[in-house]
C-alpha cells in the first residue's frame, strides 16, 4: 500500500496569506505563497519601495555551550568561532567529498551561543549533520525550527519602515549583524541581512507574535507603498542580485570552489574540519565558471538547459527567468572557463533544439547604488 505523502506544513501566517488572496505551493514540505498578484509587481515594489516575505519555512538551529564555536568550527567550512558577538556569518556545511550540504547563514547570539539558519529543504540534514559533528564537544544542538517565525522587510524604504516600529538602533546595525530588540512591541532579532539585493532586515520572532508583527509592518509600510511578496519574485529578485541557490547553483556534486565561493572556506582555523582534505584538493582544480547570461530576444531559459558555442555544449542552465529590472531574460550558468569572460562572443542557450543568443557578464546583474 502506497503511504499518503505527508501535508504541507503552515506557517503561523497561513490564513493571513489565504485572506490576502495569496497563491499557495507546496515548497520544501511546506504550503508557501508563491505571489499574491503580479509577481513582477511584487519585484519592482521591493526594488524601488518595500515587499514583506514570510521566510518562516527556513531552519532555525541553535548550538550552545562552551565550545559551541569549536564545534561549529569542525562541522561547517567558515571560521565559526572568530564571529563577534552579535554579527552573522555566511558559511555552508559540506560532506567529507567536499560536496556542498547547504550554504547557511550563522548568528553568534551570545559568547556561547550561536543559530544556524538552514534552507528549507535541507534543514533536517544539517541538523544531523550538526548534532553528529558535534559529539564529542561541550556543546548541545537544539532543533528550534518551530521556535521561530520569520518575517522579511526589504527594500530601500525598510530602513525607515522599521524605525517607525522600534527604538532598537538601526543606524548602528551593519550588514549581516543582529540584534535583539522590540519591534511593533514584538520581542524580536532583528537582522540586516536578505536575499534580494536591496538594504533589508529578517526578523526572527515567536510564531504567536508572527501575525501581529505582520499587521504592523503593513500598517507601517502602507504610505510608501510596501507589498506583501511570494516566493516567485524572492527567486528573480535573488538571480538579479547574483545570489545562489541550493538545488540549483549549489548542489552536493559541487564544492564552494566549483561555485566561485571558496572564500568561504577557511584552512587557517584551528583544528580539522569535515572535508578539509576534498577542499584542499578542489582549491586548485581547473573548473567551470559561474556566469550571467542576457538574452538577445525573447526566449527564457529554465535549469538544465545546455549553453551552446560552435555547436559544442560549454556549460549548462542553473537558473532562468525574465528579469523585471533589467526588460530581459536571464539566466545563471556553469561554463567553460574559455567561454566564462564577460563579452565572450557565439555563445548561446539551446531551447529546444533552437540556439538562442546571449551575451555573457558578470554577476551580479543588478547592484543597489543606495
Given amino acids: 500500500m502506497t503511504p499518503t505523502p505527508a501535508a504541507p506544513r503552515r506557517t503561523a501566517l497561513d490564513a493571513l496569506h489565504r485572506a490576502l488572496g495569496a497563491t499557495m505551493t507546496d515548497f520544501a514540505g511546506w504550503d508557501m505563497p508563491l505571489r499574491y498578484g503580479s509577481e513582477r509587481d511584487e519585484h519592482n515594489a521591493v526594488r524601488t519601495r518595500a515587499g514583506l516575505f514570510d521566510l518562516s519555512h527556513m531552519g532555525e538551529i541553535t548550538v550552545t555551550g562552551p565550545q559551541a564555536g569549536q564545534a561549529l568550527d569542525h562541522a561547517l567550512v567558515g571560521h565559526i568561532s572568530a564571529i563577534a558577538v552579535g554579527r552573522a556569518r555566511y558559511t555552508m556545511i559540506c560532506q567529507e567529498d567536499g560536496g556542498i550540504l547547504d550554504d547557511l547563514i550563522v548568528y553568534r547570539l551570545g559568547e556561547s551561543e550561536f543559530m544556524v539558519v538552514a534552507n528549507a529543504s535541507n534543514a533536517q540534514v544539517v ?13 548541545d544542538v537544539r532543533d528550534d525550527r518551530d521556535a521561530y517565525a520569520l ?40 537582522a540586516r541581512t536578505g536575499y534580494t539585493g536591496e538594504d533589508g532586515f529578517e526578523l526572527f520572532v515567536a510564531p504567536a507574535d508572527a501575525e501581529k508583527l505582520w499587521q504592523a509592518i503593513t500598517e507601517a509600510g502602507s504610505p510608501v507603498g510596501l507589498v506583501p511578496c511570494g516566493l516567485s519574485c524572492r527567486d528573480t ?44 584538493a578542489a582549491a586548485d582544480r581547473p573548473v567551470r565558471k559561474l556566469v550571467g547570461l542576457v538574452a ?3 526566449r527564457v531559459p529554465r535549469a538544465g538547459y545546455p549553453v551552446v558555442a560552435g555547436g559544442s555544449v560549454v556549460g549548462e ?17 556553469y561554463v567553460d572557463a574559455e567561454h566564462a569572460a564577460p563579452g565572450t562572443e557565439g555563445v548561446g542557450v539551446d531551447i529546444r533544439g533552437t540556439h538562442e543568443a546571449y551575451e555573457i557578464v558578470a554577476l551580479p546583474f543588478y547592484k543597489r547604488t543606495r
Avoid: C, W
Fill in 317 to 333: 542552465v542553473t537558473s532562468g527567468a525574465p528579469s523585471p529590472t533589467l526588460g530581459k531574460p536571464i539566466a545563471i550558468a
Fill in 127 to 139: 541538523l544531523d549533520a550538526v548534532t553528529a559533528r558535534a559529539a564529542g564537544f561541550e556543546a
Fill in 296 to 298: 538577445e530576444g525573447r
Fill in 151 to 190: 518575517i522579511a522587510v526589504q527594500g530601500p524604504e525598510s530602513p525607515g519602515i522599521l524605525a517607525s516600529l522600534t527604538d532598537a538602533d538601526l543606524d548602528g546595525l551593519k550588514y549581516y549583524a543582529g540584534l535583539p530588540g522590540t519591534v511593533a512591541g514584538v520581542p524580536a532579532l532583528i
Fill in 237 to 280: 529578485l535573488r538571480m538579479e542580485a547574483g545570489m545562489p541557490l541550493y538545488g540549483h547553483e549549489l548542489t552536493a556534486a559541487l564544492t564552494p570552489f566549483d561555485a566561485g565561493l571558496g572564500r568561504v572556506v577557511k584552512f587557517d582555523k584551528p583544528g580539522d574540519f569535515v572535508g578539509r582534505e576534498a577542499l584542499s
